[in-house]
């Protein structure tokens, strides 16, 4: 009885799991998303990011994937569907997708996530099917400066002609002058609104630029052509030329926003200077001496005596004069004058005698008729100061200016005494031929 039932039994339990089996959900696979890759690992607002990532069949049956989605910082940016393919056990794929690195606030370095999310085809556990990575992405602060183009001789050109980018070599007081510059953003965007900008000449002339300047993206460039300015005085002169100048935008550098030209303008006019010139040897470029040819100069003479005024000149300049009067002016009045200008340096001897005492000023006035045009005309004219005065008059011996009886008491007076006065003849002795001596130049007067 007891085996009976026994076997009875067991064919109840065979066909329970016969049943059981019969009544199973199919075999199926198990897709698992397997890495994610995000690279570089940093990068700036608007660059691309490489994300890789791979799947691969961790269940018993068959996988089927129906497509996936790419997140960045919570954002879909690609979805691939109906893609259907199917993976046995053990099996996967690898696929690569690029994505966009978000804006984030200028200045600022921020962290982000990148996720891929996985969809397959009658599968209900989802935890596998995700995957994330983190990358940080920053927005540098823009960066607004010079740059030169190609073709440019540099980032600022002036120039004598519109349209060029090359700077011109030389530049004359009948030029206008054409001013170009570029300007690069070799930073982050920058906020919206334009650049300011302002040019002077010379550290306060106003120079117009010819349109503003717009905002500028991370990489962009303007150009701005042809300011002009000019003719500009012979000499010297700066352009100074700032970004930004009011200091409205925060960025990288603060220290490159300003470039300065600095340039000289020539005179259009012949290169002509004449000027005092001192020969080797002279002791100025307009002297007077007592002895004719003499190096040694003298300032003061007197009445009568033979003297000599000695001028030397040139030409500095690097076009010839031509020829050109220099005159000899006492006190301001014409006195002598001469044509030079055969020679180069020139020089001039003249031989005066006074009459009277006194105190004259003698001036060497170089192209006294300005017929010569010279890139100095300030500087033609040299003068010398001369003291005259009368010989001494030895009979006159009370120095009173009259020769009379007075002096003969006098010589008598200093004879008797043995004074040195009265020694006429130079010899150091005091004796009748002094006394001769005296007569003599009492009755010759002065």
């Given amino acids: ?41 940093a990068v700036q607002s608007g660059d691309s990011i490489r994300v890789d990532f791979s799947i691969f069949n961790a269940g018993p049956g068959t996988a089927q994937i129906s497509g996936y989605t790419v997140l960045v910082d919570g954002s879909p940016q690609i979805t691939r569907s109906q893609i259907f393919t199917t993976f046995s056990q053990g099996s996967g794929t690898s696929y690569t997708e690029f994505v966009t ?37 920053s927005n540098p602060l823009p960066d607004i400066t010079f740059f030169t183009p190609t073709g440019w001789s540099g980032p600022a050109v002036l120039s004598t002609t519109p349209g060029t980018t090359t700077s011109s070599a030389t530049f004359t007081d009948t030029d206008t002058l054409y001013l170009d510059f570029a300007v690069i953003n070799a930073g982050g965007d920058m906020p919206s609104g334009g650049i300011s900008v302002r040019a002077t000449l010379d550290g ?3 120079i117009s630029v010819p349109t503003p300047l717009p905002g500028l993206s991370s990489g962009d460039t303007d150009l701005k052509l042809d300011s ?67 190096p040694v100069p003298a300032s003061t003479f007197e009445t009568g005596q033979d003297v000599f005024v000695y ?82 008059c030895p009979p ?26 009265s020694d006429f003849t130079g010899d150091g002795i005091i004796d009748n031929g002094d006394i001769g001596a005296f007569i003599a130049a009492f009755l010759a007067g002065c």
């Fill in 228 to 294: 002009t300015l000019g003719p500009l005085t012979p000499g010297n002169h700066t352009i100074l030329i700032e970004l930004d100048h009011i200091n409205s935008i925060t960025e990288q550098s603060e220290t490159n926003n300003s470039l300065l030209l600095q340039f000289a303008v020539e005179s259009s006019a012949p290169d002509t200077d004449l000027a005092p010139y001192t020969p080797p040897g002279w002791p100025a470029a307009l002297y007077a001496t007592d002895t004719q040819a003499s």
């Fill in 1 to 41: 009885m007891g085996i009976r039932e026994f076997a009875m039994l067991a064919v109840s339990i065979s066909a329970t799991a016969l049943a059981a089996r019969s009544s199973a959900q199919p075999i199926t696979g198990d897709l698992v998303l397997n890495t994610v890759n995000a690279s570089p690992s």
């Fill in 101 to 137: 690195a978000p804006t984030v606030p200028s200045g600022a370095t921020v962290g982000i996530d990148v996720e891929v999310v996985i969809s397959e085809v009658g599968n209900i556990n989802t935890s596998n099917n995700s995957g994330i990575d983190f990358v940080t992405v």
């Fill in 396 to 421: 006159d011996v009370n120095n009173d200016g009259v020769v009379d009886n007075g002096d003969i008491s006098d010589f008598i007076a200093l004879f008797l005494a043995q004074d040195p006065a």
């Fill in 311 to 392: 001028g030397a000149f040139a030409n500095y300049g690097t076009d010839p004069a031509g020829n050109y009067t220099v005159a000899i002016l006492v006190d301001g009045a014409p006195f002598a004058s001469g044509t030079f200008g055969q020679f180069n340096p020139d020089a001039f001897e003249l031989p005066i005698v006074f009459n009277a005492p006194g105190q004259y000023t003698f001036t060497m006035q170089l192209d006294s008729l300005n017929a010569i045009s010279e890139t100095n005309e300030n500087n033609n004219e040299e003068s010398i100061v001369l003291t005259v005065t009368d010989p001494p």
């Fill in 204 to 206: 306060s002339i106003p």
